[in-house]
């Protein structure tokens, strides 16, 4: 670690010290703020980089190409013109958005001598992780919402689930969700960071950033114990709930052909539901003591990259209507 750090060379806007000021004994007048900070990245070894940036880079375009061929194809087959579809549409759209707010920066710093970010970008990217991944949160849910009317009440399906109540859901979520990630953000900007500028971590996420902090920040991770478990929780318990009911109902119907084309409509979803909420349970809704370095960069970089580069294969390769949409497509090219 220490020979990895050597070659970075403290300029003026860096503060690098090993530990933080006394909080009771400390001199505002004797300390500089910190402006730019340093992320460690995945490895401290300098001869992994080039390896690891081939793998992340190629990660990133399939998530990008895959999840941005789904909302095309949504978007252009009239048959995919359905609840269901559009909220994959926008999920889809959102998992783009939520890895760009991570790749781009971390793939630019494995080649970077210097892995700096300025305050400003830091938390930048803290409001774009927390937007684009509480908005999956509640897509999620909205998701599970509509297969349990699908496969629970599908005699008025149509009518809950009208155009109106869709794009309501997905509006006001949006909505909601960026007024709570302004919350957090402009409670975490104004901390003080006069310490170690030195992020353990490949990107500004919120436990390693707190960590840094010469203010008292116990207040504000009660906010996220409490405010953010809410905030979290609340579509976890519907999405649950919904999937408690479709299995009960599913189990219920005598033809087993029925009950499998019946699991079929929402086992991709369940997978998705289960490894994304799995992971950000682990990460953020324990002690942020609790977290390891390595714990929290292998358990973030399941939800920040593995994830949305998954997300395309989970729904195509186990929907019909998306391959016969992806067929379609291929054939007209062909055609052409």
Same mark, same amino acid.
């Given at each position: 670690m220490f020979a990895y750090l050597a070659k970075y060379k403290p300029q003026a806007p860096y503060v690098i010290v090993s530990s933080k000021p006394d909080e009771d004994n400390r001199d505002e007048s004797n300390w500089t703020p910190v402006?730019?900070?340093?992320?460690?990245?995945?490895?401290? @070894?300098?001869?992994?980089?080039?390896?690891?940036? +081939? $793998?992340?880079?190629? =990660?990133?375009?399939?998530? &990008?190409?895959?999840?941005?061929?789904?909302?095309?194809?949504?978007?252009?087959?009239? %048959?995919? %013109?359905?609840?269901?579809?559009? #909220?994959?549409?926008?999920? +889809?759209?959102?998992?783009?958005? #939520?890895?760009?707010?991570?790749?781009?920066?971390?793939?630019?710093? =494995?080649?970077?001598?210097?892995?700096?970010?300025?305050?400003?970008?830091?938390?930048?990217?803290?409001?774009?992780f927390c937007f684009t991944a509480t908005t999956e949160i509640y897509l999620l849910a909205i998701m599970g919402f509509d297969r349990y009317f699908a496969i629970c009440n599908p005699l008025r399906y149509t009518y809950v689930m009208s155009r109106v109540l869709c794009i309501s859901l997905v509006s006001g979520s949006w909505l909601f969700v960026s007024l709570h990630s302004l919350l957090h953000i402009s409670m975490v900007s104004r901390f003080d960071f006069c310490g170690s500028n030195l992020i353990q971590h490949f990107f500004c996420d919120l436990p390693p950033l707190l960590k840094l902090a010469c203010s008292d920040t116990t207040t504000y991770e009660w906010l996220v114990f409490t405010e953010g478990s809410v905030v979290s929780m609340s579509p976890?318990?519907?999405?649950?709930? @919904?999937? &408690?009911?479709?299995?009960?109902?599913?189990?219920?119907?005598? @033809? !087993? !052909? /029925?009950? $499998? /084309?019946?699991? +079929? *409509?929402? +086992?991709? %979803? $369940?997978?998705?539901? *289960?490894?994304?909420?799995?992971?950000?349970?682990?990460?953020? #809704? /324990?002690?942020?003591?609790?977290?390891?370095?390595?714990?929290?960069? =292998?358990?973030t970089v399941m939800y920040t990259i593995v994830t949305p580069m998954l997300n395309p294969f989970n729904y195509s390769l186990r929907n019909n209507d998306v391959k016969g949409a992806l067929r379609n497509a291929f054939n007209r090219k062909i055609s052409v």
């Open positions: 402006t730019n900070f340093i992320l460690l990245g995945l490895s401290d @070894s300098p001869t992994q980089q080039a390896g690891l940036f +081939s $793998l992340f880079l190629t =990660m990133y375009f399939v998530a &990008v190409l895959g999840n941005g061929r789904i909302v095309a194809i949504i978007i252009r087959d009239r %048959h995919l %013109h359905t609840p269901m579809y559009f #909220f994959l549409g926008n999920l +889809s759209f959102v998992d783009i958005c #939520f890895t760009s707010a991570i790749a781009p920066k971390m793939l630019q710093n =494995m080649l970077a001598e210097v892995r700096t970010i300025s305050f400003e970008g830091c938390m930048a990217q803290l409001y774009a976890f318990v519907l999405a649950v709930a @919904s999937y &408690v009911a479709i299995i009960s109902t599913i189990l219920k119907i005598p @033809s !087993e !052909e /029925r009950r $499998l /084309r019946a699991f +079929s *409509t929402c +086992s991709s %979803h $369940l997978t998705v539901v *289960t490894l994304f909420f799995g992971t950000i349970f682990f990460t953020y #809704f /324990r002690p942020f003591s609790a977290n390891t370095l390595d714990q929290g960069r =292998m358990v």
